[in-house]
């Protein structure tokens, strides 16, 4: 499989199109397991002691940087935010989006995009809390806005939806669309067909994948 992913391309599972979000519907769960790794370099590596997934050809490139051989400039271009948020329970959220932003070696004045991304996903008011007290909505916030930081031009979402309640898939839904309206490039994996037509240019459906 052959795989590429620019700024201004997406060539998603050998379905190629100039799109602005491009959206997965998988009826199996496990579809998916080794796809989304393989795009956020999680599975950059040949993965020798996997017997079952193990990475054995083909290539996956974004925005020109090849994910075996150059992984870091690659995670550098992708926001990523997986089905359970990659989240730090014993941190606040403030201290854990500025353990993120140093991580991603951010360009962009701390405090000034921090804030900006505190209030884009409306966490300013829960920004000195330890995550672990969080709600699941909330929780979920928190990881949106870690995927954000940095400002990539391609966001990957794994079931952002799932288990969320109204009003915080409503504010996921606004986020996803300001990303769009930006011209970013959003792949999101979702059971809820009501979600990727209401957002997808390009869908993808994994037959025994």
């Known amino acids: ?10 060539a998603c599972f050998m379905l190629l199109a100039s799109l602005s979000a491009c959206g997965k519907n998988k009826e199996n769960p496990d579809e998916t397991k080794s796809q989304i790794p393989l795009l956020t370099t999680t599975d950059a590596s040949d993965n020798k002691q996997d017997p079952v997934d193990p990475s ?18 690659a995670k550098r271009r992708i926001g990523y935010l997986p089905e359970h948020p990659p989240v730090y329970g014993d941190m606040t959220v403030m ?5 993120v932003y140093d991580l991603k070696k951010c360009k962009m004045p701390r405090r000034s995009h921090l804030n900006e991304i505190c209030g884009l996903v409306k966490i300013t008011d829960v920004k000195n809390r330890v995550i672990r007290n969080l709600s699941k909505g909330y929780k979920q916030r928190v990881g949106i806005a870690q995927a954000l930081l940095g ?24 986020v ?24 997808c240019d390009s869908i993808a459906i994994l037959n025994a994948g």
Not at 1 to 10: V, Y
Not at 58 to 73: A, Q, R, S
Not at 151 to 174: Q, R, T
């Open 1 to 10: 499989m052959k795989l590429k992913i620019t700024a201004a391309l997406l």
């Open 56 to 73: 054995t050809s083909g290539t996956v490139t974004i925005d020109g940087h090849e994910i075996l051989e150059d992984p870091i400039e």
């Open 95 to 99: 201290e854990y989006l500025n353990f």
């Open 151 to 174: 400002e990539p031009e391609i966001i990957i979402l794994d079931e952002p939806f799932s288990g969320l309640d109204p009003v915080n898939a409503m504010l996921l839904k606004d």
């Open 176 to 199: 996803v669309k300001e990303q769009i309206a930006k011209g970013k490039i959003v792949l999101f994996s979702s059971h809820q067909m009501s979600y990727i037509e209401e957002f």
